[in-house]
Every structure is written in structure tokens, then in C-alpha cells.
DNA sequence: TTGTAGGCGTTATCAG
DNA sequence: CTGATAACGCCTACAA
């Protein structure tokens, strides 16, 4: 069917005209008859012709494609939050008519230099970086140094460019002072993966009083995470009634394990996780949590990002998608 | 810093050397002395130069990336097992030194076209396709006989080329075996999206008896699909004991209706899920599935693709990964 | 409306 | 080991 990969050169002169008059039935500039584009086209569908996409990109530096990075730190379960993001990212530049490159950073030594390469070679129109890794910040100061339209995911610490963020410390201070107004006693904290911001948050909900008797476990970033996080928060302060966790895997891990030491959720300890991942409306108890509105935090950086990238100009700003406090059964 | 894009030819000239010299410099290709490449290479950092991608791609016919297209139906819920699939795969072509460039199916009608396009044009080095909608099939189809070397991920009606296929029919016999050796009366199926094979296999686990009482239900692809079809089995067949579920989210919705409406899991409704999405594990209660691994999956189907691109002649075969039925609370 | 020819930035080939 | 130069395939003034 596709044989072999033919050239502008043979196709052009197969069909009997210029090179020029080829590149003008797909390119949709310049001035060409509507009969001899149809009829080139036709022609392509025919003799499998296709415009060599590198050739293409070197004399037009265009590329229609998007480059994100983001944040891969566990090994053993996938991150639901970044394949939220990274799905709505994707549908989107889609339907944009562009093509989506993904990047895990895993935070090996050799990566920097590699990201380094593809942005500043001129693989991507236009850059998304999630924040929450150490090249982050690298990733995004390049890209804004090199002029290539760029946006930022999430919170980045000095970071100029534009970025869409969601209120994580607001959302953070809604479930301490949930906590406090419902009058729990012995507040903790499970900790993700970089979240000082809601660590602060929190305690400013909670205020002074309850604070002070705030246990901070490490936490990390997987169900199984959250569900060790339990065992350990039981042993380092049996009392604990209220936890606020960094995000619902952490806190589905963590109600299991309850559960499984018969702990009832809310009555003994009531739980707030972070991010409303779908599952969380489905999980028993439904999971009280902060909604971070992942898929439209994709779709107004993407949005955003497409703006950057057609010259218009906005104040590269910070788009603030705001949390709620979605209480449902676990707290 | 990076003020303005240089190449090689201003490059190689204020360095005093010639362009192939840089070239080699880089390409690991071609003999160099260690102290000049040294030399050229401290200089790039210092004067930001990077060797152009697309004129890099157009003479070598190399383009480091790897295609994966899979399908996206739902809107509104991120679909679980994709997303294993798709930061697995992206996490192993990392590793790999491969960028992956992701293209999700929305089955609209000017995709085709545009998926050929970037295949054809010579986009990918490697292709990865996720079985599930009506596109594969010319994906695949169109890689091939464009000698692109590329793995479909699942089933495929039909298909010749290289595949890591999960045994899902066998996976489902095992589930309707177990409800029957346990004594079920009333089975259910409920359907995911093309998955005509796994209910077969449900059929074929239930034996004769049993299948004549099957009451099969539409289902769907998200939680909220696994939620309605719970109301709607109930309507159709009030005394159903036991429920397969074609893949995990439908299952989690499923549960959470029947709890909501008091019925007991396992006691009243047996519930078997399929795929074991991370979150089965911790969903209460705990959720019986068909593993099907799909972690494993997405590293395998890389292996396999980068194999084929070094052009180790192995038998375009089948990779089939089993499944295991894996018993939890809900059955 | 169409054709001609130069240029995009690299790498590969072939001398030196 | 290094330098000059011809591809690579397409786009786009400019000319016809």
C-alpha cells in the first residue's frame, strides 16, 4: 500500500508540476487553483505522498507540538493526580490540533542536561511543567529565557512566568479550621512530596491552640504510603482525631488502615484528603477533600499556553483556580 | 543567557573549527581527539549553541520519539487503566532515551487523517497503539505496511503485527467459575466498552445453567456508569447475587450504589471487577478483580517496540500476559 | 496561477 | 584527526 516513502521531488514530478505547486495543495498558502490542489491531493492519497514533518519544521520552525514535564516519584503506583492532569492536557492540546510530548522527571542526574536539549533545540512551540520536582524551576526559566511560550502547573517557588496554581494554602487552611470548628482535639498532618505551602495552611486553620498539638508524619505519595503513615501516627500519638492528609491516595491509604485497626471514620478519626480525585466521591466512607479541579487546571493551562503561543498578549499572570472543601463522609 | 539561537556554521566559526568537527563533537560519531571535542563542548555550554532537531532528524532519519495512541472515550472521568498504561509506557521510553508523544482517540471524524499524517511523515521511530476503538485498527495497520515498527497493547481483531495482549476472556471465565463453584443463583454481567470477548469468557466460566439467567447490562467507562447500572439491574433483575464488571471503575461505582442502597458485598451481591487499578486494592470493601497488570503491560510493549527498533529480528509474535483473578472483600 | 532557485541547520562523504 | 561540500526534503520569495 505505502511502499516506499516518496519526496516532494519524485511526487511533484510524477504528477507533472512544480515542487512549489505541491507544497502550496497542503501548506494552504499562497495562491493555487482549487482544481490543481484537489487534484494533487488526490494524487497524494493515491501514491502515499506526505510531507516530510522534519523537513517541514526546519524551514518553518514550526513544530505543533507541546512539550509537559511532570513530576514521576513513585515507581510502583502511578500518581493519579498527574495522569488527571496529564489526560486533560493532552484531550486538550488535541483538540487544538497539537501533538502532546511527555517528559517524566525522575530525578536522575542526567535528565537536566536532556530537557535542556529538547527545549532549547526547538522541539516544542510551547512548554507545560507541572511543579513538584527540582527541575521544574529549570525547565520553566529555560523555556522563558528562550522566548518559547511556557506555563506552569501548580506553585513554583520565584517563579515569574505564567503559571495556573491552585489555592493549596487556602485549601489547606479550610480543613484546620473545619477541624477546629467541629472541635477535634489532636490534629495531624500527613505530608506528600513538597508541600510546606499546605503544611502552613493547615496549621493557620487549625490555629494557634490546636497547633500546637499538631503530629507531622512524612507521609509520601502512594496508597501504601498512607496506609504505614497510619501505623506510624498511631504509635507517635495515639490520641489523634482529626488528620488532614496531602492528597487522596494518602488518605484512601490511610482510612484503610484505620478501617482495618476497627477504627471508625469520622466518629474516632475523621480524615480530609487533598485534590478530589474521581474515586474519592466513590470511596466508603466518600472522601471529605479539598478539590483542586484537576481537568480544569489542564484545560486553562493548555488554553492559556495556546494564547502565549499565538502572540497574543496577555500579562504572563497566574491563573488562581480556587479550592473548595468538599465534605462528604470521612470527616 | 540563552540571548539568541546560534548554528553551527557561527558557531564553528567563532570557534575556529569546521562544522563537521562540532558535529562530531556531539554525535559520538566519527573520530575526534578528546581534548578538541572537550574543548567544543565547554564552549556550547558556554555559548548556549545546540544542535538544531529537526535539521538534526531530517539528515540522520532519527527521531528519538515514540507514538502511543490510545483511545479517550469519557469526557468527564479520566480513565484509570489508561492512565497506568500511559505513565508506564512514558516512564519506560524515558529510560530509554525515547521521548513519547501521546495521541488520544476521541473518534472524531478528522483524526484519521491527521493520525496518518503523523505517522507517515515520519514522526515516530516507535508506535504504540492501546486497543479499544475504531481507529487501532488503521493505526496499526498503517504502521506496519509503512514498515514503523509498532505494538498494539490488547486484542485486535484481526491483527498481524506484534501485540501484548491480557488473556481478559480467560480472566473473565475465572470469574464466572467462581461465582458458580460458590453457589450463586443470579448472575450479572455489566459491560464495559467493546468487550464482547470478556463477556464470552464470563459465559463460557458460568456453565450452561447459569449463563441461560445472565441479565447483562450496558454499563459504560466511568464510576458514574458503574453507579446507574447498579439502579438498572436492580430494575431488570431485582434477584441478581453476583456481578462481573468489566473493568474496576464501573465496579467501585457499582458498589457504591449498592451500598448506598444497603445491600450487602459480598453477602447479597458478590462483585468481581476487572483490570486492578491501584486503587482496588484499598477500596472498602476491598475490591475481587481480574489483575491484569497493566504496569507490566506498558514496560513490556516498550521492550518489545525497542527491540524492533534496533532491528533484533524476533518474530513479530503475541506477548500474552496472564491474569489473575484475585480474590478480595467484594466476592 | 505556476515555476525556479536559494536557504533552513545538520550529518555524512571524501579529501587532505 | 580535521576541513570542505554535497545531500536531507521542504518552503517561499521572486520571476514568469
Known sequence: MVGKIINIKEFSKLLGVSTATVSRAFSGRGRISGKTRDMIRARAAELGYRANIHARSLT????????????SISMDEPDYFIAEILLSVSRA???????????????????????????????????????????????????????????????MPGAGGASVV???????????????????????YVRGVLD???????????????????????????????HTAYRRLMAANPASDCVFCANDVLAIGFIKAAMESSRRIPEDIAVIGCDDIKVARYFTPSLSTIALHEREIGE????????????????PGCDIVSCDLVLRASA
Chains 1, 2 share one sequence.
Open 166 to 188: 491552585f489555592q493549596t494554602e487556602e485549601g489547606a487552611r479550610l480543613a484546620g479550621a473545619y477541624f477546629k470548628r467541629v472541635g477535634r482535639k489532636n490534629p495531624a
Open 93 to 155: 492540546a488535541a483538540e487544538a490540533g497539537k501533538a502532546l510530548q511527555t517528559h517524566p522527571i525522575t530525578e536522575n542526574d542526567k535528565e537536566p542536561e536532556m530537557f535542556l536539549d529538547y527545549i532549547l533545540s526547538g522541539s516544542f512551540e510551547g512548554i507545560v511543567t507541572v511543579a513538584g520536582s527540582k527541575a521544574s524551576n529549570l525547565i520553566a526559566e529555560t523555556a522563558g529565557s528562550a522566548g518559547i511560550p511556557n506555563i506552569v502547573i501548580g506553585r
Open 300 to 315: 486553562r493551562a493548555v488554553s492559556a499556553l495556546l494564547k502565549m503561543m499565538r502572540g497574543e498578549t496577555s500579562p
Open 196 to 226: 510546606r505551602r499546605k503544611q502552613q495552611g493547615f496549621i493557620d486553620g487549625l490555629g494557634p491552640e490546636l497547633a500546637a498539638r499538631l503530629t507531622v508524619d512524612a507521609g509520601g505519595s502512594s496508597f501504601a504510603d498512607g
Open 60 to 71: 518553518t520552525r514550526r513544530t505543533d507540538r507541546i512539550g509537559i514535564f511532570y513530576p
